[in-house]
């Protein structure tokens, strides 16, 4: 669902046309492109589209050799269960990038949870690190 911001008229929004080119105005405008909002998603977490996606998450946790989280603030306790449930965060290393990490007391509460070694780089300045490695 898209949660739109004050001032943003709904008929500005779109939905996709079922495997066709362009869009199609509605009054129920959405999207599951992504979620936003703590309370309203978790309401949407039983929905067929996002089932297959968090079992698609589910399994790249449990084969992942390490996690890297970017752009998360780590309030989401849906996706901190998933995170502690399916990652092996007490055999594998994990990291979190937040230019902003130690001023987060959610996102730093959650990375000392999941021993995350903290990047406090821009998601710029951490992409130039890793394509100089």
């Given at each position: 669902m898209i949660k739109?911001?004050?001032g943003i008229?709904?008929?500005?929004?779109?939905?996709?046309?079922?495997h066709r080119l362009?869009?199609?105005e509605d009054w129920i405008e959405?999207?599951?492109?992504?979620?936003?909002?703590?309370?309203s998603k978790t309401h949407h977490y039983?929905?067929?589209f996002y089932k297959k996606l968090f079992n698609r998450f589910r399994q790249n946790l449990k084969k992942a050799e390490c996690l890297i989280i970017i752009g998360y603030g780590g309030r989401d306790l849906g996706i901190n269960k998933y995170i502690l449930d399916y990652f092996?965060?007490?055999d594998k290393p994990s990291f979190i990038v937040?230019?902003?990490?130690?001023?987060?007391?959610?996102?730093?509460r959650f990375g000392e949870t999941i021993g995350a070694r903290?990047?406090?780089k821009s998601v710029s300045e951490f992409q130039e690190i890793i394509w100089k490695n």
């Open positions: 739109v911001p004050y008229a709904i008929d500005k929004t779109k939905k996709q046309n079922n362009g869009y199609i959405y999207s599951h492109d992504f979620l936003s909002g703590t309370l039983n929905d067929s092996d965060y007490r937040d230019p902003f990490y130690y001023s987060n007391e959610d996102l730093k903290p990047i406090e």
